[in-house]
T-cell receptor, first 111, second 116 residues
Framework: EAGVAQSPRYKIIEKRQSVAFWCNPI?????LYWYQQILGQGPKLLIQ????????DSQLPKDRFSAERLKGVDSTLKIQPAKLEDSAVYLC?????????FGQGTRLTVV | AQTVTQSQPEMSVQEAETVTLSCTYD???????LFWYKQPPSRQMILVIR??????QNATENRFSVNFQKAAKSFSLKISDSQLGDTAMYFC?????????????FGTGTQLKVEL
């Protein structure tokens, strides 16, 4: 079974630039999560999809972050414009029932 | 709202010894799942062990076992015969299914270092 795929693995951008991350969940998994993990902290949920609908985006900074899940499968997370404090690892996870499977993450550095 | 608390930011253990990581949670739900995830320096989040709240028996996976105390809302992880490869960040996580869908909440993590 293929795991959760994320790209790119690493990204360095200047502040005020835009960036996009891509996630391909495990086939058949209805739930998709995007987490932000700042160094030394636990993952913080940014947005959660159930199929192609948003279940929870209460912690998503909507003035600069956006996300979509096309046809209930792949998802993209965008930041525009980026700030220094957005430097973090962005984790995508998917689940069918209770257990979540994670991708390898995208490490974003904003300089 | 669900909260997960890990009160030990860092721990160390000698190789082959046993270590216990603590986790407490708060919820008003009755049916839920608890997990321990391991995150090595590669940042890949790996599931270590899971526990269903309706099961009284503590989960065990090889050298990893949990002590689940539902009334006390406590969920500790015991690692026996610690190995150097166990060095990682360990996160306790809580999962519940609500009317709004699945909710997966993480604690702040415990950095475990296994030493020679």
């Amino acid at each position: 079974e293929a795991g959760v795929a994320q790209s790119p693995r690493y990204k360095i951008i200047e502040k005020r630039q835009s960036v996009a991350f891509w996630c391909n969940p495990i086939s058949g998994h209805a739930t998709l999560y995007w987490y932000q993990q700042i160094l030394g902290q636990g993952p913080k949920l940014l947005i959660q999809f159930q199929n192609n609908g948003v279940v929870d985006d209460s912690q998503l900074p909507k003035d600069r972050f956006s996300a979509e899940r096309l046809k209930g499968v792949d998802s993209t997370l965008k930041i525009q414009p980026a700030k220094l404090e957005d430097s973090a690892v962005y984790l995508c996870a998917s689940s069918l029932f209770s257990e979540a499977f994670f991708g390898q993450g995208t490490r974003l550095t904003v300089v | 709202a669900q909260t997960v608390t890990q009160s030990q930011p860092e721990m160390s253990v000698q190789e082959a010894e046993t270590v216990t990581l603590s986790c407490t949670y708060d919820t008003s739900e009755n049916n839920y799942y608890l997990f321990w995830y391991k995150q090595p320096p590669s940042r890949q989040m790996i599931l270590v062990i899971r526990q269903e709240a309706y099961k009284q028996q503590n989960a065990t996976e090889n050298r990893f076992s949990v002590n689940f105390q539902k009334a006390a809302k406590s969920f500790s992880l015991k690692i026996s015969d610690s190995q150097l490869g166990d060095t990682a960040m360990y996160f306790c996580a809580f999962h519940v299914v609500t009317g709004g869908g699945n909710k997966l909440t993480f604690g702040t993590g415990t950095q475990l270092k296994v030493e020679l």
